[in-house]
């Protein structure tokens, strides 16, 4: 399927929350509810979809915004804010290299390691700086960073189901498979998806969606020196979503750093 210029669209769009299901509980939305705690108010959700914790927080009263390249996320994530009596939420459609909002922030998000969306490295130390220009002096940009493959772990995962699950509408099956591959001399990966509705024992739409290459990963000291290199100060790796001390090992960590109090 030829897209519309930005990354999530069609069924991989329309059944991204049907994929996620109850994210109540998920770590991380309490880890960057610390961050905020922390760094205070207003908040941006940098690639916020279909509203995860954008609406999670707006529904606390916490003075948030969302940026996404996804016009089709951003519409579904404005039905749900009508759906729940949420007050409308101020929501940009720009790409993350691109930003420029009009106001400035406390504490800024980057749930979902959605930076390793920008496969570039250059582009992404300049999105970092564009983060940067919106936070308020002594705010925060904080991001979660991922990668499960390691040396001997197959380098093409071959297609595997991802989900099989009721879809929105009466009667519907939802089903999607997923291929991924790697290439650890450039660091980025590619995926494969294709998704399928249906209804009555009847395929009633299907699509395939590739996205060549899709992330960037980073080694801890890349992701350090990617924040270091944009300005911030105070850096720190976070193990998961705790407040532990990243650990070597980690497949999963988070990257904060701070915008100086007095501007450079």
Not at 61 to 71: A, K, Q, T
Not at 83 to 94: E, F, M, S
Not at 128 to 155: I, N, T, Y
Not at 221 to 240: D, P, V
């Amino acid at each position: 399927m030829t897209g519309p210029g930005y990354d999530y669209y069609g069924l991989l769009a329309s059944t991204w929350d049907v994929w996620r299901d109850d994210t109540a509980r998920w770590s991380d939305r309490f880890f960057f509810l610390d961050i905020i705690g922390q760094y205070g108010e207003p908040v941006l959700d940098i690639g916020c979809g279909t509203g995860r914790l954008l609406l999670d927080y707006l529904a606390q009263g916490i003075d948030i915004d969302g940026v996404d390249n996804s016009d089709e996320m951003l519409a579904i994530c404005r039905t749900k804010a009508q759906r729940q009596g949420l007050p409308a939420p101020a929501l940009y459609q720009q790409r993350m290299e691109q930003l420029k909002l009009p106001r400035s922030y406390r504490t800024i998000l980057g749930p979902s390691s959605v930076l390793q969306l920008i496969t570039d490295a250059s582009t992404a130390a300049g999105a970092l700086r564009r983060f940067r220009d919106h936070l308020q002096p002594g705010g925060a940009f904080v991001s979660s960073f991922a990668f499960e493959w390691r040396p001997g772990d197959p380098l093409d995962t071959g297609w595997e189901l991802l989900f099989e699950k009721p879809g929105p509408e009466e009667g519907a099956i939802v089903r999607a498979w997923n291929r991924e591959w790697r290439e650890p001399a450039s660091q980025v990966w590619h995926t494969e998806q294709r998704f399928e509705i249906e209804v009555g024992g009847k395929v009633v739409e299907s699509q395939h969606h590739r996205r060549s290459p899709e992330g960037r990963w980073y080694t801890q000291a890349q992701a350090a020196e990617l924040f270091r290199g944009a300005g911030y100060r105070n850096i720190r790796l976070f193990h998961e979503f705790t407040h532990e001390q990243a650990r070597e090992d980690d497949r999963l960590y988070c990257v904060l750093g701070e915008q100086p109090a007095t501007r450079l």
